[in-house]
């Protein structure tokens, strides 16, 4: 009997994976609470156990904080930071089952991320060159028995060089680049501030401050619309914009009082076709317009669904569906599930069936569909989430949707007003989609040319042009996908890391003071930093590497060599970079703290945070000469709200705790309202 070590990513998985392969009973076995499955398969022992994601990482040189450029890499155990040590009894249980195996088989997620996980598992707890490999995009029994028996001789070594090219060039920006930065503030005022860049994290933030700076510069410019109002119907002057107020007074003057005729209608018609299968950033796109989650909890959640077997592996750019998923039998499965039995049985009655395939393709997997695996017990979000998946693949299989335009021409004493309405006249798919179609019909009344129109008035408007649009945090992923700069499964992390760093805020993002001011320091300085042209180019260069056309080794040597050039430069300007970086922090601190002017004095209000008594409170700026202080609630994040109590005038700040809404407070204790409006009923505690 041959014993096999089979290696999963995460525990879920390694149970999904013994309870489809085992012939009998499954035998859960338990070392330090860490769980193992043993089963029997053509007379083969297998042992599965999981990682818990990275059990190796990239290690921190830690000595000097300042020192750059460092370029050292070693893989070191996670369970090595003290945040990870959870890992180390994961580790200790796969050294003994790969001790105990003849062959080792890995089956991790088939991604780059998932062949590191591997690899490293292979290589340093395993002490092997090479693993076997099954490839899946579903947890459900038939197709992980398939990849079991069909699976690879080996690593998907393009995937695996691929990955640990992606590890080594993102430490070795984004140590070198944090440290630079952190050094230049230090050099400059002394200050200790960590600041942080990477390779990608760079140009993003380069991108979404040039928006900044074009809202910050635009300057709005005033123009007047005319308006025809009838009882059934408004249009506007053909002209649209009037840029001179005179022009559109006098068209005003020319039409006042005076009804209408219908100078000509025109109809078109269009067909709509069904919408593509989602590829992960469609759905984080989708997700947000929809129910307003974020890009990082859609994939977070999608992952859910994937590990539970509901849903195919989510992190695609694939917006294609192959014919070997079975696209039947997916679709009589779905019928089981009430809510999609009448869908479902109308799809079937079709004969031949055909998703809407996009142009975007994988090397892995194809685009994101439901299994047909019916979901037992699932969160609110998990069940949007699912249901969105399960219509838009759906969708995808249905009829084109036709929709009528028809475009009005009123003659008023010869000035011509124009309006339009849009109508579905063939529902096709978004019978399917349902309510995540979001399209409005707005229909026009039955006239025809010649008819009259009684107009009740007309308005002229007087309007501004409006700033570029804000990002959003699932269009700024769309950006970067467009451009190239990060992967699907990155861009999120890093648009929620720029977050933290205190470089963006609000969800309709705005860059902060701290932000604009780095990316004004690194243009003026290191403007190779920003540069997305060259992080395109090593993306590339890594796609290169997955496809066996280049090496680790001479690609990581050309990053070294660009980034040595780079930090040398910086070196150079380090003071008058920190003398900048200095000054925005300071702004930007005051700008997060500062709710109010003092009471007592003419000092600034500002939030303080005690690590003795680990809590916020308010104090005024001119301490020691003012005493001024008020207590806050514990426990919870402190933000100025920007606004003062209607009550009794005084600075008001805004509480947040994970798990509850966000709580407006006023800081004076003796406040007449607190009586009315008890704050332990918020769920915060004074």
């Not at 149970?15 to 860490?34: Q, R, S």
């Not at 499955?37 to 156990?49: H, Q, V």
């Not at 090219?165 to 050099?187: E, Q």
């Not at 540069?531 to 395109?536: G, H, I, V, Y």
Request: charged residues 30%; glycine residues 6%; hydrophobic residues 35%.
């Amino acid at each position: 009997m041959t014993t096999q070590a089979i290696i999963a990513e995460k525990p879920s998985a390694a149970l999904k994976i013994a309870g489809a392969l085992a012939e009998g009973k499954v035998k859960k076995n338990t070392i330090g609470k860490v769980s193992y499955y043993e089963i029997t398969r053509n007379k083969n022992k297998i042992l599965i156990g999981s990682a818990v994601g990275h059990l190796y990482v990239i290690g921190e040189e830690k000595k000097n904080l300042y020192k750059y450029p460092v370029f050292d890499i070693e893989w070191k155990p996670s369970f090595e930071n003290k945040k990870a040590n959870f890992t180390k009894k994961y580790a200790d249980v796969l050294k003994k089952l790969c001790k105990e195996a003849d062959e080792l088989i890995v089956a991790t997620d088939f991604d780059v991320e998932g062949e590191v996980i591997g690899l490293n598992i292979v290589r340093f707890i395993a002490n092997k060159k090479d693993a076997e490999r099954m490839k899946f995009s579903t947890l459900t029994k038939d197709e992980l028995i398939d990849s079991y028996e069909n699976r690879m001789k080996t690593l998907s070594w393009g995937q695996a060089h691929a990955g640990e090219a992606r590890h080594m060039l993102d430490w070795i920006y984004g140590m070198n680049l944090s440290r630079a930065l952190t050094s230049s503030i230090k050099a400059s005022s002394g200050m200790f501030k960590i600041l942080s860049s990477g390779r990608v994290q760079g140009p993003a933030l380069k991108i979404l401050t040039d928006r900044e700076k074009e809202i910050m510069k635009f300057k709005p410019v005033q123009y007047w619309e005319l308006w025809l109002k009838a009882k059934e119907l408004e249009a506007i002057h053909e002209k649209d914009k009037f840029w001179n107020e005179n022009e559109v007074k006098k068209i005003h003057e020319n039409v006042k009082g005076k009804d209408g005729k219908v100078k000509a209608i025109e109809d078109k018609k269009f067909d709509q076709l069904p919408p593509n299968p989602f590829d992960l950033t469609s759905l984080q796109m989708e997700a947000y317009k929809v129910f307003r989650i974020s890009p990082k909890d859609t994939l977070d959640v999608a992952q859910e669904l994937y590990t539970n077997s509901y849903i195919s592996y989510p992190r695609t750019s694939s917006n294609q569906l192959p014919p070997s998923i079975g696209y039947k039998k997916i679709i009589q499965l779905l019928g089981k599930q009430k809510e999609y039995s009448k869908i479902c049985e109308e799809l079937l009655k079709k004969g031949k069936l055909f998703p809407n395939n996009g142009k975007k393709t994988d090397p892995a997997h194809p685009a994101i569909y439901p299994t047909g695996e019916i979901p037992g017990s699932l969160t609110e979000r998990q069940h949007k989430l699912y249901d969105l998946i399960v219509k838009r693949t759906l969708s995808s299989f249905g009829e084109k949707a036709v929709r009528e335009t028809i475009t009005l021409k009123i003659d008023v004493n010869n000035e011509i007003f124009v309006t339009s309405g849009t109508r579905t006249i063939e529902k096709g798919w978004h019978e399917i989609y349902g309510k995540y179609t979001m399209l409005k019909d707005v229909e026009l009344p039955h006239l025809k040319k010649g008819d009259l129109i009684e107009v009740k008035k007309f308005e002229i408007l007087n309007k501004e042009t409006q700033p570029p649009k804000r990002y959003t945090p699932a269009s700024i992923i769309k950006e970067l996908e467009k451009k190239g700069l990060g992967t699907k499964s990155t861009r999120a992390g890093i648009v929620d890391n720029l977050y933290e760093r205190g470089y963006l805020k609000e969800k309709s993002i705005m860059v902060t003071t701290l932000g604009l001011r780095v990316v004004d320091a690194l243009e003026e300085y290191a403007p190779s930093i920003l540069d997305e042209n060259l992080t395109r180019h090593f993306e590339e260069e890594m796609e290169e590497i997955r496809n066996n056309k280049k090496d680790v080794k001479s690609v990581f040597d050309e990053a070294k060599k660009v980034l040595t050039e780079i930090l040398e430069d910086f070196k150079k300007k380090e003071k008058d970079i920190g003398k900048k970086l200095s000054e925005a922090h300071i702004e930007t601190r005051d700008e997060s703290s500062i709710i109010g002017k003092c009471n007592l004095c003419d000092g600034d209000l500002r939030i303080m945070y005690s690590r003795k008594n680990k809590s916020y409170f308010v104090a005024c700026s001119n301490y020691p000469k003012c005493t001024n202080t008020f207590s806050l609630p514990k426990y919870c994040l402190v933000k100025p709200a920007g606004k003062t109590c209607e009550s009794c005038k005084f600075p008001m700040v805004k509480l947040i705790r994970k798990g509850k809404r966000p709580w407006e407070f006023c800081i004076n204790q003796k406040c007449p309202k607190k009586d009315e409006d008890k704050v332990t009923g918020s769920g915060f505690e004074i």
